[in-house]
């Protein structure tokens, strides 16, 4: 009988998709709804040889009990919901919220044909800055008025709503990461809107007395896409070095990538307002903790990095993944 709320700690990919289908499989949510800023966000959720990048669907869908739903803060481009829904078979449990504001081809245009949004802030091209923007000026067109989504529709803040009435569970998911928020990150090189939990909450019509828990991922060794300041980041021969390589699921640009980062880690569990934190990539730590399911699984210098990393947060770290698979998990919130 949980609302919990998903957030990326450092500037996005971190794992929430992960994260968020093993809370689930776990938690038997009724509901998972997407909070953040739109397509430009993108989740790979990896069960078995099949890994699913997704834009708009919330990563949870992997749940195959819970209804999955947008909340109406988030930008829905049709184009991409309806060829989503259709190509990982949601159709029947998937929902979008009348008042989602809708990106349209002119707003694609606008954010890839700007010099300063596509070339010097280094965004999606999803065109999620502009439709932001025409939404704050009121001239943007909502969910209801676009006759593909009719069949999806839904009051988003009512359903959840009624749902922890009920007593059930229910899960929010956040997209991007603190370091990329428009109010708390690096300015201008942000995305268009807030990205932490408070935020996550208002997308869904969830208050802040109905929050039960609030989970923030890190992952061990951060990355940024796009431009912008990384104190940590790494030079790319260190990197190399150390056999990491990322590339974005939504621009396919490689990830820059950095080392821990403690005064941030510190700082955005605050902000969050986080009980728990979940910690990703420790099997690049140490390539021997791969796979691995249990603590006592763990090599000496994977737990010290975990320790201090506990410390820095300031709360404690309930999920360790240890590898791509959501069966790659160490979950101790039973020992809580
Ligand atoms: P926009 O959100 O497309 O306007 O892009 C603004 C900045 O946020 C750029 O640096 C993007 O690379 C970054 N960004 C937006 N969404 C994500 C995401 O889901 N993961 C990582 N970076 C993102
Ligand atoms: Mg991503």
Redesign the pocket.
């Known amino acids: 009988m949980t609302c919990t709320i998903v957030v990326g700690g450092f500037?996005?990919?971190e794992g929430k998709g992960k994260i968020v289908a093993h809370i689930a499989h776990r938690d038997r949510p009724s509901i998972i709804s997407r909070g953040g800023?739109g397509p430009?966000?993108?989740h790979t959720v990896t069960v078995g040889e099949k890994a699913y990048g997704v834009r708009m669907v919330p990563s949870g869908f992997v749940y195959k009990d819970a209804r999955l739903m947008i909340g109406t803060g988030v930008l829905v481009d049709p184009r991409v919901f309806i060829q989503e829904v259709d190509l990982v078979g949601v159709k029947g449990r998937i929902f979008v919220d009348q008042r989602c504001a809708v990106i349209d081809e002119d707003h694609i245009r606008r954010?890839k044909g700007s010099e300063y949004?596509a070339k010097k802030?280094?965004?999606?091209?999803?065109g999620?800055?502009p439709a932001n923007a025409d939404r704050v000026l009121r001239v943007a067109r909502l969910a209801k008025e676009v006759p593909e989504l009719a069949e999806f529709l839904i009051d988003v803040p009512r359903e959840i709503n009624n749902a922890l009435d009920a007593g059930q569970s229910v899960m929010l998911e956040g997209?991007?990461?603190f370091g990329?928020s428009l109010y708390f990150g690096t300015y201008p090189?942000?995305?268009?809107k807030d990205t932490s939990a408070s935020q996550v909450a208002a997308d869904n019509g969830v208050g802040p007395t109905r929050i039960d828990e609030v989970m923030v991922v890190y992952k061990a060794y951060p990355t940024?896409?796009?431009?912008?300041p990384f104190s940590t980041e790494m030079t790319s021969e260190r990197s190399q070095t150390l056999g990491i390589e990322e590339f974005?699921t939504?621009?396919h640009?490689p990830r820059r990538i950095g080392v821990w980062d403690g005064e941030m880690a510190k700082y955005s569990m605050m902000v969050n307002g986080g009980t728990q934190a979940a910690i990703t990539g420790i099997d690049r730590v140490d390539k021997e903790c791969f796979g691995a399911t249990g603590y006592q699984q763990l090599t000496r210098k994977a737990k010290s990095f975990i320790e201090s990393a506990e410390l820095d947060i300031g709360a404690p770290i309930t999920l360790i993944s240890t590898g791509p698979d959501v069966s790659h998990i160490i979950d101790l919130r039973d020992e809580m």
Not at 121 to 126: D, L, P
Not at 189 to 192: A, E, K, L, N, R
Not at 224 to 228: D, L, N, Q, S
């Open positions: 500037f996005g990919d800023v430009n966000a993108g954010d949004l802030i280094g965004s999606t091209g999803t999620c800055g997209s991007q990461g990329i090189y942000v995305t268009s940024r896409v796009g431009e912008g974005g939504v621009t640009r």
